[in-house]
């Protein structure tokens, strides 16, 4: 059973491009959080879907950040015109059960740099 | 003011002592996770907690409810066991994460 997998793992984007972050989750899993990791910062939470539906995304900001986790495919957080400030880990995590019930499994996780 | 705290924020041993990494939280919860990154960045959940104890290995996880309150401790710590700590608690559909604790163990 693979675990939850994130490309790409790096990512380089100019300034006012856009970045496609993918996450597929464990097998089985229809539930998934993403995250983001400033550097020499902690883990934010950013959103949590489900297949075709977003539960919360409180943690987004509120322009040029998008996510999706369509019923085929894998879920992709979209981030458009992107910026310096962007540059950060950003995990995803999947996992059986709803809300915060459910262990969560994480993605290596992809490094985007904006130069 | 975060919503969950640790303590200490890093944190030297040498091989073989006892750790013991501290997380207070403020929200009600519907369950607490201890986390462990590697430097490399990799992130692997180590417990989900939501009442009482548990014991993996040399790890173990102990949560009060009442007073909001968990540890996680390592016996017999070893250098392979240097990494972040990372305590989360989950309120709902929100999410919480304490800033990390940073682990040394020297051989």
């Known amino acids: 059973n693979a675990g939850v997998m994130q490309n790409p793992r790096h990512l380089v984007r100019r300034r006012g491009q856009e970045a496609r972050l993918r996450c597929s989750p464990m097998?089985?899993?229809?539930?998934v959080y993403w995250y983001r990791q400033l550097p020499e910062e902690g883990l934010k939470f950013m959103v949590y879907l489900q297949k075709e539906n977003i539960i919360d995304e409180s943690g987004m900001p509120k322009e040029r950040f998008s996510a999706e986790f369509p019923k085929e495919g894998p879920s992709i957080l979209r981030i458009q015109q992107v910026v310096r400030g962007d540059s950060a880990a950003y995990f995803c995590?999947?996992?059986?059960?709803?809300?915060?019930?459910?262990?969560?499994?994480f993605g290596p996780g992809t490094r985007l740099t904006v130069t | 003011k975060n919503e969950v705290e640790q303590s200490p924020q890093n944190l030297t041993a040498q091989e073989g002592e006892f750790i013991t990494i501290n997380c207070s939280y403020s929200v009600g919860i519907s369950a607490l996770h201890w986390l462990q990154q590697h430097p490399g960045g990799g992130i692997v959940s180590l417990f989900m907690?939501?009442?009482g104890k548990k014991k993996h290995g040399r790890l173990i996880a102990t949560i009060n409810i009442q007073e909001k309150h968990s540890s996680l401790h390592i016996t017999a710590s070893h250098p392979r066991d240097s990494a972040v700590y990372i305590c989360?608690?989950?309120?709902?559909?929100?999410?919480?994460f304490g800033t990390g604790t940073s682990l040394t163990v020297i051989p």
């Open positions: 907690l939501s009442s």
């Open positions: 995590a999947s996992s059986l059960k709803t809300g915060g019930t459910g262990e969560q499994y």
């Open positions: 097998k089985g899993h229809s539930h």
């Open positions: 989360a608690v989950t309120a709902g559909n929100q999410f919480y």
